[in-house]
């Protein structure tokens, strides 16, 4: 008896430190920080169960409807969303409060038909000849950035699978030749992953 109560006492700190161990996932994201999808590794930081960062890769292809990058036209792209986050709650619920970066490259696209400028606007038909490229609208370089503030619900086990859904505002911190959308928008997401 008395080696089993030794045993439990010297195992204590090792107990502490595996419910601490970090935690890891990998997800996939229909808009939010992502814009269209994309695929993302999440992690705690160090020990940290409340501190994390998720990385990933995202296809943006967007319309002239969406309002994610402009409302003419329509965007295509890669992008790397990286973000840093906190988590508040305990054991499987949470809320996410992150903020990030995403860096990437577009191409723009918009709509002519007779003369100088874009006739394409959302609530118009669609014109008849091909659309151009263009960066006239959007970055007006193929490379571009933006940042972007998360708010979210996060359901999520030790192990297995985890569930998260809210809303990024996607914003710029002041105009520039790079900027991927202008002003900001509001973007919901549905995201789901397995932790491990």
């Given at each position: 008896?008395?080696?089993?109560?030794?045993?439990?006492?010297?195992?204590?700190?090792?107990?502490?430190?595996?419910?601490?161990?970090?935690?890891?996932?990998?997800?996939?994201?229909?808009?939010?920080?992502?814009?269209?999808?994309?695929?993302?590794?999440?992690?705690?930081?160090?020990?940290?169960?409340?501190?994390?960062?998720?990385?990933?890769?995202?296809?943006?292809?967007?319309?002239?409807?969406?309002?994610?990058?402009?409302?003419?036209?329509?965007?295509?792209?890669?992008m790397i969303p990286a973000q840093v986050h906190h988590l508040v709650g305990h054991k499987r619920h949470f809320l996410e409060i992150g903020m990030g970066l995403s860096i990437g490259y577009f191409e723009s696209f918009f709509y002519k038909t007779h003369g100088e400028g874009c006739v394409y606007?959302?609530?118009?038909?669609?014109?008849?000849?091909?659309?151009?490229?263009?960066?006239?609208?959007?970055?007006?370089?193929?490379?571009?950035?933006?940042?972007?503030?998360?708010?979210?619900?996060?359901?999520?086990?030790?192990?297995?699978?985890?569930?998260?859904?809210?809303?990024?505002?996607?914003?710029?911190?002041?105009?520039?030749?790079?900027?991927?959308?202008?002003?900001?928008?509001?973007?919901?997401?549905?995201?789901?992953?397995?932790?491990?």
């Amino acid at each position: 008896m008395k080696y089993l109560l030794l045993s439990l006492l010297f195992a204590l700190p090792f107990i502490g430190s595996w419910a601490q161990r970090p935690r890891y996932g990998v997800m996939v994201e229909h808009g939010g920080a992502s814009r269209t999808v994309g695929l993302a590794f999440d992690s705690r930081i160090g020990n940290s169960r409340h501190w994390g960062y998720k990385v990933g890769l995202a296809r943006v292809k967007t319309s002239g409807t969406d309002d994610f990058f402009n409302d003419l036209g329509r965007t295509n792209g890669w992008m790397i969303p990286a973000q840093v986050h906190h988590l508040v709650g305990h054991k499987r619920h949470f809320l996410e409060i992150g903020m990030g970066l995403s860096i990437g490259y577009f191409e723009s696209f918009f709509y002519k038909t007779h003369g100088e400028g874009c006739v394409y606007i959302p609530g118009m038909e669609d014109t008849e000849t091909e659309p151009i490229k263009t960066n006239t609208h959007g970055p007006t370089s193929a490379f571009g950035w933006g940042c972007n503030v998360t708010l979210a619900y996060r359901y999520q086990m030790m192990k297995g699978a985890f569930f998260r859904t809210g809303v990024t505002d996607n914003f710029n911190l002041f105009d520039s030749d790079y900027y991927i959308a202008s002003g900001y928008s509001l973007a919901p997401f549905l995201s789901f992953g397995i932790s491990f």
